[in-house]
């Protein structure tokens, strides 16, 4: 047998589905943010990210980029082990003490990413507690499913945010079977929020442990900038929050946080945390410096939902198909994969403008979309210029766009809407 | 039910046995490796680390940390998305050229860690063979055992490092099954090598594909540092080296290379890689500059592998326990976690040296031991100190020890030989 032609096979089939993912090679400039170059062979070309999930742009924050590298010159690049074997370093601690203090919880614990972080403690909760049954969200992130499939558990998936749903499992389950309920707060593809207050209240009800996923949420939201849990006054009625240092605190590695009991069993026993080397310093007290930073500064915060509500009032004006969302993501439906990839295509070479496409499987067939992430720095000039460069692609790809809508500020000019005035 | 018991109850059965893991808190100081302080409360007290996996204190060095400084400040802290979303950084593309060549593949993929690596590699590649049998090593390290389990394949494990037991497993599988051997260059917690010549003419014979973990081997053996594959001339007949970059490089973060084919196939398919932010671009250029210095000098290599000699040399000479490896590694067998813990303790209390008690479920119970890792900047008088401190240790502990070996060296005084001289 020729085992490269099944390695072809298998990428040969996803090029037929016209899900291929093609990485664009960027080069992010500090300071420029969201402005980044695109490399292809030997050109190079600016254009404007549009899709980061450095939602806030603190990966380019100077206490941020200063507490990295004054770190790494003071401590070196690596942690040098694993968290047991040498490689727990001081800023480590620190950051570890700052996301306990974040979340208001006992304690909390760092993973090399928020997928590691998921995978490997909801595997390691769920295995420790006697028969436990997960009570899984339909649209949980790979990595939550990860973690279900690794603890070999019984689950059952409740369809999303469903809470009656959710309820008839957990009657059925019983009071007192071990039952553990994961979800996420902010869904990253729909933008949709969980019910969190009454899932809490659910799992009160009927003793249920509970493990929020806040990683599309810290920094963004709450007075301190700990997620939606703060935001609705709910932190202490989770037992488990996870979240990442590499969306909104624009770093990298993933965590959770929970009472002293849970923290010490998780790090005890989870191999995917045991077996792998530690965050290095630099990366540990840039993360520190950012949740510091957001913690106190609420500009950041305030700035992204005012342009995130901007980009979606512009886009609906032009009568782009903007799907409903509840926080500051922005998805525009295509729902056809070689659509989308064209769109994207057509965006980044002609308009620079990247968007990458979102296709399967992480989204459902048939919901390929745009998913568009505006900043804090995305100004008004810059909506306006994608709102432009997407109306010509939707008309480039006849596309269907509605009728467009009234925009309360009426500072923006749409060229749909001058082309549709000047042509009709 | 109350779940926190569950929680502690899972904790106080590895304080019972002994082998419930403290971490020491850490701030190394870059320029002094080995050297680094360790932090008890308000204390602070400087010590030297003889555990650490910065095999060639390579995450000290000033062309490393100018790397990642020089970097983060230019292109920020984080990469701003995974591989697909945005972040793909161009530091990124560049060190997976660079480990492809260092490796003399065609292609490298990265992820977030070595454990990683193993996982979402050996899982996904097992996955696209059809009727896959894994054929395992017996002392695999937890990641591989990791992925071999998420690929839901079936799996057999060869007794360590028996050619005899592989090809029998081979033999019945037969030529036409796919089989996927797994197994690691050097094993990390006795420090020997497998036969890699050996088990490549046993893959041919039986046409199977192999993949080999280098963890503990890259930057430290062949030529360029590409490993032992690259000092036994066999790199191009293992199909996929997976190696790290957090080790001998010094950084953080772990690959695999292979032809474009599987590089492609497992960048398509794993959700372990598709679904995690990029490795910032501070790191990667950090590693780059790292493995490009290590494929030129041989400076750290040969201290490495000089030191590592010496170590052995002085603590056989000193009637230690050091167990038989053929590499770098340095094992002493206590053989009971509770002692291993204590000469641990004792060590750093009395003695200012840090070496990390290695018990269940790392090594088999029995076998528990300290596990030394000389260093290029390990001096002679290092070692001396060392040797002493362990002699006083287990005559602490009355731990056995053996009739003092003649070192060729006559440099070194060992305590021991002085006190027994002494005493009679």
């Not at 899709?51 to 990966?59: I, T």
């Not at 700052?98 to 006992?106: G, V």
């Not at 005890?268 to 950012?290: R, V, W």
């Amino acid at each position: 047998m020729d085992y490269t032609l099944f390695f072809e096979d298998a990428v040969r089939a996803l090029k037929d589905e016209k899900r291929y993912r093609v990485f664009a090679d960027l080069e992010r400039v500090a300071g420029r943010f969201p402005r980044a170059l695109w490399r292809r062979g030997d050109e190079t070309q600016e254009i404007v990210v549009w899709c980061s999930n450095d939602y806030l742009g603190m990966g380019q924050h100077p206490k941020v980029i200063s507490a990295m590298t004054e770190t790494a010159q003071r401590m070196g690049a690596g942690a040098g082990g694993t968290r047991n074997i040498s490689g727990t370093n001081h800023p480590l601690v620190q950051l570890e003490n700052e996301l306990a203090d974040l979340h208001q919880k006992e304690a909390a614990l760092i993973f090399t990413s928020g997928y590691v972080s998921n995978e490997a403690a909801i595997s390691t909760i769920a295995k420790l507690l006697p028969d436990c049954l997960i009570l899984s969200d339909q649209l949980n992130h790979a990595s939550m499913i990860h973690g279900v499939r690794s603890s070999g558990v019984s689950k059952q998936v409740w369809r999303h945010n469903d809470l009656a749903h959710l309820e008839d499992l957990l009657k059925a389950a019983g009071r007192e079977r071990a039952k553990l309920i994961v979800f996420e707060s902010v869904y990253s593809m729909d933008g949709d929020v969980a019910p969190i207050e009454r899932i809490a209240d659910l799992a009160d009800k009927y003793n249920a442990y509970t493990y929020i996923d806040e990683v599309h949420a810290v920094g963004m939201y709450g007075a301190r900038g700990a997620g939606i849990c703060e935001r609705d006054g709910v932190m202490d009625r989770i037992d488990v929050i996870e979240g990442t240092l590499a969306k909104g605190f624009g770093v990298m590695g993933g965590y959770i946080t929970g009472t002293s009991a849970l923290v010490d069993a998780v790090r005890s026993y989870a191999p995917g945390f045991i077996f792998t080397t530690a965050l290095p310093p630099g990366l540990c007290a840039a993360a520190t410096a950012s949740i510091r930073h957001l913690k106190e500064s609420t500009a950041e915060r305030e700035a992204h939902q005012r342009q995130s509500a901007r980009t979606k009032a512009v886009l609906l004006a032009a009568g782009l198909p903007v799907m409903p969302s509840e926080t500051h993501i922005v998805p525009l439906l295509v729902g056809n994969p070689d659509l989308c990839k064209k769109a994207s295509d057509i965006l980044l070479e002609k308009h620079g403008i990247y968007i990458q496409p979102i296709n399967y499987p992480t989204v459902p067939r048939g919901t390929e979309r745009l998913r568009i992430t505006p900043t804090p720095y995305h100004d008004d000039s810059l909506v306006e210029h994608l709102a432009n460069a997407l109306v010509d692609v939707w008309e480039t790809l006849e596309l269907p766009l509605n009728t467009p809508q009234p925009i309360e500020d009426d500072g923006v000019v749409i060229r749909r809407q001058i082309f549709r005035a000047a042509g009709g």
